[in-house]
Structure formats: structure tokens, C-alpha cells
């Protein structure tokens, strides 16, 4: 009977008298110290958090140790009392000490503290205190205790980390990623890991990093040393480590594609790379992205559902969680500290965002109900610029940027169409113009084309083709996740990659003249002008064409900046802040 496991047995097992029984040996500390008078006279706690979130009454039998770093020492006469800390959860254990034992004890030290678990005087902040009869410094620290901004801090991402806010914001990140990991294997997704080294720019952009291969301080004597070994011509060695460029990915999701034509629907975390000359509180040069694909889907109804599920899901789990509560006290001691001034990590020269205010407690509370709330709003890309204009007309508002159909949304934008038509919920904005979206979207169902032919390199200011995508806009922050159906036949496939000049003009090709000369079928031509690129290099999509020749089915899916929604779910006003280590322009330290 001791091997029965309790976590496999129904609730109504758990009975105090059933435990009492069995005695089993994963039984709870405290029900283990009621029922085996044998127990151990020192108990080692795994961490802080379980020392101050579990039911543990004290007794005088029972030493416990317990590990962590000084948050701050208050010296008195005959006593000094330590704030203990390990980074599982905020909230500080206060350990009391004896002035003989805190030597070599500073803001920051390691140790390990042996004591009893005894009531506190002061109930109100710890219902319990670890009066300690024995410290140990483990790693010695000389910090000082200081206020310092955020801005300083990103300069020693390697230390910013030990900070009571940048904890926190790890655990939520854990806290997301295990739910996100709940959530799609509940709806049969499988969870993959696409290359980082990628053969092109999935969304055509062009900023992307270049992979070359470090040779040695002196590139013309290791080329030299290669070719002897080798035993090969210089002339013939590669002139890339891959025989071709290959960059860093920008997105999974045409890798996505090709695993979801195996097993029906993928996911994927995974970090992403864009080499923009941009230095604002929104960029990173090296970031993360949650990206989904399913196939057997022609409805983008049925992938914005799908997304607005997942975020509901993780916006209840943070709910309830601890995770929740410390939060929410990050924000009240920005408050208190008046943090809108303190924190500078709103660049000065980012216009339209240097005047905005740290988020409030309150407003970060009704942040997560508001994305809680069903019907999120959708409208087509048409509707949101017509708003914009009419808003303008009427002198509601003044943007920087004129609101034009067919140029893109700006920030200022998507701000004022996320409060004025979500009214606090996350919007929907569906079906944008065909020429300022990528090549792989499918066409809207509804699409009010004007003219087939139509280049995307010119804007038209008229209503034109549309593909059937949307982009997910929430209040203050913006844009946080776009998708579309997937164009999955091969002949619009390879008409949208040169419209978007990913191709040769089927013109361009003399052989393809005298093929369409001589009568040869359509497929061939097609054939003989997918295998290069627009500048005559071997096209390096030939693969992502392929998957339309043999089985291929509708699809589609959505990408998710995974950290600009982290910042947006903790109400930080800078992305930098939700990375470790951020990468940005100019910007690579540790």
C-alpha cells in the first residue's frame, strides 16, 4: 500500500483519515512530521517559495535550511534582520540573525541559513520567521543598495536579471509558455522546431542577417591552409560556407507549412531575426515567435478564433495565478516610486510615444479583463481606413501620417482603431491590400479588384485586390500577431512571386518566347521560370513551390510576437524589458 502514488488517486481519496492510513512516503511535510515521529530533525526547503506559500506550522523539534541571496540587511543593536530571496517567487523571507553572525553578510551575498520556523512579530508583512541559529556565506557580494533606472540597468543584462521586477518577468514568461504548451496539445497541435538558418526572407522584406562562416585573422592564409588540405584548386573553392547566402530566419512559417502537410497542425517558439536600423521601444533585433499553421482550413474566421482562444487561455491562467499578484505589485511600486519618470526606456525620438504614462495599477487590471471579454471586434482593413479618415474629417484626431487605402497601418493608427472600436478589447483587422501584404496570402474571398494586372510596387488610391489576412491590434501597444490563408495552388503561387518580384517576368526569358512559340503547355514555362530568381540566381523558394505540386491542401495560420504580448500582459512599456538579453541596433551586450 506505501507505493501507491496520491496524485493518481480520485479527489475523494485524498481524506486527512485516508492519508493518515497509508502514511505514504510523498506524503506532505507537515502531514509526514504529524504521523512519523522519526522524521528528520533538519529539513532542507527546495526553495523560498515553498517555505512561504506552504502550510507549515512551526515546531521546536525541526531545524530548516534554506538557500538564497540577500535582498537587503536592517542592522540594530543586538539583532539584524535579513530579506532572503532566490527567485521563486517576489515576495522576500525575513530571516532573523544575531549581529555575531553577519559578517561578510552584504546586499546581493549567497547563502545558506539553518534556523527554526517560528511565529513573527510583525504577522502583518510574515505570518513566519526563520530565526536563524547558523549562516553560512556561500558567495560573497559587495553591492551597494541603490535606486536605478532601467535604462542603466539594460547595460548589464547579465545582472538586471537578479532584480525583483526582471524575476518576475520570467516567471511569467514560464508561466506562459507552460500554458501555451497546455493549450495546443489540447487542440492535437504538435510542437516543432524549425531551422533558425533559413535559404530566404520569408516575408520578402530584405532585412534580414547574413550566415558566413568566421575563417581566421588572416582570410587569405586559412583559404590557403583549406586548399591544401582539401587538395582542391583555389579557383573552385565556394565563395559561401553553404554554397549559397543563407540568413537567419525571420519567420518559421514557411517551414511551418511544409511539417502541417505531415501531421495536419504545428506549432512552434521560436527566435526570429531582423536586421532593422530601428532604436525604439518597440524593436529587437533578435525576439521571439509563437507560430501556428493547420491545414484543411479556408476560413481566416477559423485561425482568429483559434488565436483569440489561446490568448484567452493564457489571460486566465495568469488570472489566478501568483504570478497575477506580483504583477500587479511590480506596477504599485512603479507608482510609488513615480517610475514614469524614473524608467527612461521610451526613446525621446520616438515620435508620438515619448508622452505616454507607465501604466496605472487599475489599468492593467481591466488590460486583462478586457481581454477576457467575448466578441472581439473584427473589421476589414477598408472599414478601419474609412474610421480613420472620417475622424480626421470631423477633427477628432490629428495624425502624423495621413490614412490612405493601400499604405499601411502606422502606430498611431492602430492605437486609435484599437480603443476607438475595440473600446478596451483587442480588434481584428482583416482583408489589407494585396500589394503591401507578403506573396505566400491567399486571396480574400471578397476581394473588389480593379484591376488584375496591377503592379503591388504602386500604392492605388482607390479600393483594389485584397488578400485574406488580419492583424490583431490591442489598446496602447498596437499590433501583436498577424496571419492569413495560405495561397497553397502553384500557378497564383508563382504569379504572386513575380508580381512581388520574387521571379523573372515570364517575358523576360527568351527560351520562354520560343516555348510559347512552339506551343509547349503552360506547366513547362512555369517549369523552366520558378528554377531562378528575379536576378537569374537558382530561386531559393523552389522548395516552398514545391509543396504546392504534390497534395497540397488550403491552410493557414498566425504568428505572434511572443514578446511584445509578454510586455503587453505585464503592462511594461518597453519590449527590452521582457528579454534577457535584448539585441538591438547598435546593441549586443553579454
Not at 106 to 119: M, Q
Request: aromatic residues 8%; hydrophobic residues 35%.
Amino acid at each position: 500500500m506505501n507505493s501507491l502514488c496520491l496524485y493518481r488517486l480520485p479527489r475523494r481519496y485524498l481524506h486527512q483519515s485516508f492519508v493518515n492510513a497509508i502514511t505514504p512516503p510523498v506524503a506532505n511535510f507537515h502531514l509526514r512530521r504529524k504521523q512519523r515521529p522519526d522524521a528528520p530533525k533538519i529539513i532542507t526547503a527546495p526553495n523560498l517559495s515553498w517555505l512561504l506559500f506552504t502550510t507549515i506550522q512551526p515546531s521546536p523539534h525541526e531545524d530548516i535550511v534554506v538557500h538564497g541571496f540577500v535582498r537587503s540587511v536592517r542592522k540594530h543593536p543586538n539583532v539584524a534582520f535579513i530579506s532572503l530571496v532566490d527567485g521563486s517567487c517576489i515576495q522576500t523571507l525575513q530571516v532573523v540573525v544575531g549581529n555575531q553572525n553577519i559578517e561578510g553578510i552584504a546586499n546581493g551575498a549567497g547563502l545558506r541559513v539553518k534556523g527554526r520556523w517560528v511565529k513573527s512579530g510583525q504577522a502583518r508583512m510574515q505570518p513566519y520567521e526563520l530565526q536563524a541559529s547558523e549562516v553560512t556565506v556561500l558567495g560573497e557580494s559587495n553591492a551597494e543598495k541603490k535606486t536605478l533606472t532601467a535604462e542603466y540597468l539594460r547595460t548589464m543584462p547579465h545582472l538586471r536579471v537578479r532584480t525583483a521586477e526582471n524575476a518576475t518577468y520570467l516567471r511569467l514568461r514560464s508561466l506562459v509558455i507552460n500554458n501555451t504548451v497546455k493549450f495546443f496539445d489540447s487542440r492535437d497541435f504538435i510542437q516543432t522546431h524549425p531551422p533558425v538558418i533559413t535559404s530566404s526572407d520569408s516575408e520578402g522584406a530584405g532585412q534580414v542577417f547574413t550566415v558566413s562562416a568566421e575563417t581566421s585573422h588572416n582570410p587569405a592564409k586559412h583559404e590557403a591552409e583549406e586548399v591544401e588540405q582539401n587538395g582542391q584548386d583555389q579557383s573552385v573553392q565556394p565563395a559561401h560556407f553553404f554554397k549559397t547566402p543563407k540568413y537567419l530566419t525571420v519567420s518559421s512559417q514557411l517551414h511551418l507549412e511544409a511539417l502541417a502537410a505531415s501531421v495536419g497542425r504545428v506549432w512552434a517558439l521560436a527566435p526570429a531575426f531582423r536586421a532593422e536600423r530601428s532604436d525604439t521601444s518597440r524593436h529587437l533585433s533578435e525576439f521571439y515567435m509563437l507560430e501556428a499553421e493547420m491545414s484543411f482550413t479556408e476560413s481566416l474566421e477559423e485561425v482568429m478564433t483559434l488565436l483569440e482562444d489561446w490568448l484567452k487561455r493564457i489571460v486566465n491562467r495568469l488570472v489566478a495565478s501568483r504570478e497575477c499578484k506580483e504583477l500587479v505589485r511590480n506596477v504599485r511600486s512603479m507608482e510609488d516610486r513615480q517610475e514614469a519618470q524614473v524608467m527612461e526606456e521610451y526613446d525621446r525620438s520616438n515620435a508620438g510615444e515619448e508622452n505616454r504614462p507607465a501604466i496605472t495599477n487599475q489599468q492593467l487590471q481591466l488590460r486583462w479583463r478586457n481581454m477576457l471579454l467575448d466578441d472581439w471586434p473584427r473589421i476589414t482593413y477598408t472599414e478601419a481606413i474609412q474610421g480613420l479618415q472620417d475622424a480626421v474629417n470631423q477633427e477628432k484626431v490629428v495624425f502624423e501620417h495621413i490614412p490612405t487605402w493601400g499604405s499601411g497601418l502606422q502606430a498611431e493608427h492602430e492605437r486609435y482603431i484599437a480603443q476607438e472600436v475595440g473600446k478596451g478589447r483587442p480588434v481584428f483587422v482583416t482583408d489589407f491590400p494585396r500589394a503591401i501584404k507578403p506573396f505566400y496570402m491567399a486571396p480574400s474571398s471578397s476581394s473588389l479588384s480593379t484591376d488584375e494586372n496591377e503592379s503591388p510596387s504602386s500604392i492605388p488610391t482607390t479600393p483594389g485586390p485584397t488578400v485574406a489576412c488580419f492583424d490583431l491590434l490591442v489598446p496602447e501597444m498596437g499590433e501583436i500577431a498577424g496571419g492569413s490563408l495560405r495561397e497553397h495552388r502553384e500557378e497564383e503561387l508563382i504569379q504572386s512571386m513575380r508580381e512581388h518580384g520574387l521571379l523573372k517576368p515570364t517575358e523576360s526569358s527568351p527560351l520562354s518566347k520560343l516555348r510559347a512559340l512552339a506551343g509547349q503547355d503552360q506547366s513547362m514555362l512555369n517549369q523552366e521560370q520558378t528554377m531562378s530568381s528575379f536576378d537569374g540566381t537558382p530561386n531559393p523558394l523552389q522548395w516552398y513551390i514545391d509543396l504546392r505540386k504534390w497534395g497540397s491542401v488550403p491552410h493557414g495560420g498566425f504568428g505572434v510576437g511572443f514578446d511584445r504580448l509578454l510586455a503587453y500582459l505585464a503592462g511594461v512599456p518597453n519590449v527590452r524589458e521582457m528579454v534577457t538579453f535584448p539585441r538591438h541596433f547598435q546593441q549586443c551586450r553579454c
